[in-house]
């Protein structure tokens, strides 16, 4: 009989399998990236188009126009679409990445065909009326107007200002000024460069039979490509590394974010650095939150991650605490830096982040729609599945050595730009 008071041995995964996707070919050029499971009766559809905040001239240009997408159509109001996908069962959702703008589509198998024209429909003809998009700003702005009350919002917003320029896609910053700005004909210039059906990136998971891929040729198949191909390149950018201290009069907190630009993921250090970002700051049980929330009480919550790009990414550590001790938590912050940087990380302690982070790549690889993730990866950014094996296997051999390397490389203070919102500028800056 099963002793449920003893529990499971430990073990770790000694090797990890990303299932490849299958590549169909459609007739205009185009092709369809499919991961095939038994198990659903849900299709998950993924369609990417060259249209992410990289390739905006003003801010919130790329948001705005995947916006308008779902207010109506040139047949269709935005109620009879959504009625019409309802009676279905159908679900739609959508995102603006860096590069990438998505739109997803989860529905059953067995009314593929009837939800496919509403689908195909909202992705090529939007109507982008007047009204619809005065209406959209109005309550763009009046979102704004609550955001630009955090403390997190506005040092989020400096850090951009800094770390990027202004005149860089990253550095330009939403405001009231540039929504008013912000034309229907703008949103229609962005759709008709960076929308087209042809240059999309299609993805597909689920129950996948012959006849299914049938009718997702026939849908896709119709869009041309553009004449103008899309490549990524990075944008110039400027660089401003200071301590820089904004005002929010009568706050009870200040917000703290501490920044640096980083390595492309395709660098070598970079694999390192993930294992160095999670021991510092990268989950619940880092030495961050152990030592400002669970030792000195500063933070309910404090956070270091990397956000990748086409060409680069950004590491950065946010939260927030009271006004009296943001001056001795930037303090501790770069003292948890300097620990790493001077001392090596016990074996205990890796191998608690080891296993969480080995627990963390068979969550991403449980079921076709995650497993979907990494051939967008594959295909959206340039990254080989061997590259992703060598990532795997970097977890398993890292060692503290390797990580007190990685610490004395990357986490010279200098290096780092330090944002403070509160109420009054701290002394350390």
Not at 63 to 72: K, N, P, Q, V
Not at 141 to 169: F, M, T, Y
């Amino acid at each position: 009989m099963l002793n449920r008071a003893t529990p499971p041995p430990f073990v770790v995964p000694s090797n990890f399998t990303i299932p490849l996707a299958t590549k169909y070919p459609l007739v205009n050029g185009n092709t369809l990236h499919v991961i095939n499971t038994d198990a659903d009766a849900l299709l998950k559809i993924d369609v990417f188009f060259p249209a992410g905040r990289i390739h905006q001239q003003q801010a919130s240009v790329a948001a705005l126009t995947i916006d308008m997408l779902f207010e109506s159509t040139q047949k269709r109001t935005a109620m009879e679409l959504a009625e019409a996908m309802d009676f279905f069962g159908a679900y739609t959702d959508y995102n603006v990445r860096s590069e990438w703008a998505s739109v997803t589509l989860y529905t059953l198998n067995k009314h593929l065909e009837s939800v496919l024209p509403y689908f195909i429909e909202l992705l090529t003809l939007p109507a982008f009326l007047d009204k619809e998009f005065d209406l959209l700003k109005a309550r763009e702005i009046q979102d704004l107007k609550v955001s630009l009350e955090k403390n997190s919002v506005l040092a989020q917003q400096e850090v951009s200002r800094k770390l990027w320029g202004e005149h860089h896609p990253w550095g330009m910053i939403p405001s009231i000024e540039n929504f008013n700005l912000v034309t229907r004909a703008t949103i229609q210039q962005f759709f008709d460069q960076h929308y087209a059906l042809g240059d999309a990136k299609i993805f597909v998971a689920g129950n996948i039979n012959d006849e299914t891929i049938k009718i997702l040729s026939r849908a896709f198949a119709a869009g041309v490509k553009s004449m103008n191909p899309f490549k990524i390149s990075e944008k110039a950018s400027s660089e401003v590394i200071e301590r820089v201290f904004v005002q929010k009069p009568n706050s009870l907190q200040a917000a703290l974010k501490v920044v640096r630009k980083h390595v492309p993921r395709t660098h070598p250090d970079y694999n390192d650095t993930q294992m160095l970002n999670l021991i510092l700051g990268g989950y619940f049980g880092s030495r961050l939150m152990d030592n400002l929330r669970e030792d000195k009480g500063y933070t309910y919550g404090i956070g270091s991650s990397i956000s990748d790009f086409s060409f680069g990414s950004q590491w950065g550590i946010g939260t927030e605490v009271k006004n009296s001790v943001k001056d001795d938590a930037i303090n501790e912050i770069f003292e948890e830096m300097k620990r790493l940087t001077n001392e090596l990380v016990e074996l205990e302690e890796l191998d608690v982040a080891r296993n969480y982070l080995l627990g963390q790549v068979l969550r991403s690889l449980d079921g076709a729609y995650s497993q979907l993730g990494y051939a967008e990866m594959a295909e959206l950014n340039g990254y080989s599945y061997e590259m992703m094996y060598a990532g795997f296997e970097r977890i398993k051999t890292i060692t503290p050595t390797d990580l007190m390397l990685a610490a004395q490389k990357y986490f010279q203070p200098e290096n780092w730009l330090v944002v403070v919102c509160g109420s009054n500028e701290p002394s350390i800056l």
